[in-house]
């Protein structure tokens, strides 16, 4: 596995004393917005990311709105991974366990507007384990979404060439997740991404694999690949 350049190490911050929250719901987050062409998931990034920018994003007539809907898919890829590195990872199809999901999103950034959605997810979400909705957007189930459907969406229409992309920002926040079990203070510089991924794709793992899922492959990537 190649060893990475610019993982920076993250100065321990705790996130402030979290007040409840009485009656606050949010509802589960309808992804009915479909994540366009200009999504722009390539430069998107939880560690700089925060939870005011989450929040006011929320509205349906905000400028921040697809942002926003990056950020919850960047969360849910990122606890997929951090629950996976301790063994914990469970789906659910419930829609009560999606509203948890975002309930949870609402309260913690509530919280600590000023927080990166990275820390308020390690800090607060990722403390204790959650059910996560087994659907991330659309049609995407990461448990069932296999390699052989990533790369040919990727040279597929531009439609499906975007959902494969949201798909590779969510692989590499599962990645910064599973590393942050073992690794808290880390965080995975952007200008890695591509040379993950492409480990990811090539030829010797989802390339040979095409039935395979590709969160499967992203895991054991998260498993081996080294710090510099």
């Keep these: ?4 350049r610019g993982w920076a190490s993250r100065s321990q911050r705790e996130v402030m004393m979290l007040r409840k929250l009485a009656g606050l719901t949010l509802g589960v987050f309808a992804l009915i917005l479909v994540f366009g062409t200009d999504a722009r998931s390539a430069d998107f990034s939880g560690t700089s990311f925060t939870c005011l920018q989450y929040t006011n994003g929320l509205g349906d007539q905000s400028t921040g709105r697809m942002q926003s ?3 919850r898919l960047w969360i849910h890829g990122y606890l997929a991974g951090y ?9 659910s199809a419930d829609p009560a366990d999606a509203k948890v999901f975002d309930d949870l999103i609402a309260l913690y950034c509530s919280s600590s507007p000023q927080s990166t959605i990275l820390n308020m997810a390690l800090l607060g979400i990722a403390k204790a384990p959650h059910k996560l909705p087994e659907v991330a957007f659309g049609d995407y189930a990461p448990s069932t979404y296999t390699c052989g459907q990533h790369l040919d969406a990727k040279n ?9 992309d949201l798909a590779e920002m969510w ?7 599973f590393k942050n079990v073992s690794q808290p203070d880390t965080q995975i510089g952007l200008e890695n991404k ?9 030829n010797k793992v989802c390339g040979a694999n095409r039935d395979k899922p590709m969160m499967d492959y992203a895991a054991m990537v998260a498993e081996k690949v080294k710090m510099k």
């Excluded at 590195?85 to 469970?90: A, S, V, W």
């Excluded at 597929?156 to 494969?164: I, L, V």
């Excluded at 692989?171 to 997740?177: H, L, N, P, V, Y």
Aim: hydrophobic share 50%; glycine share 12%.
């Design 194 to 202: 591509s040379t993950v991924i492409n480990v990811i794709l090539g």
């Design 69 to 71: 809907n990056l950020a």
């Design 1 to 4: 596995m190649p060893r990475l």
């Design 171 to 177: 692989a590499f926040a599962f990645i910064q997740g």
């Design 83 to 91: 629950y996976k590195g301790q063994g914990k990872l469970e789906w």
């Design 156 to 164: 597929g229409t531009a439609a499906a060439a975007n959902k494969a």
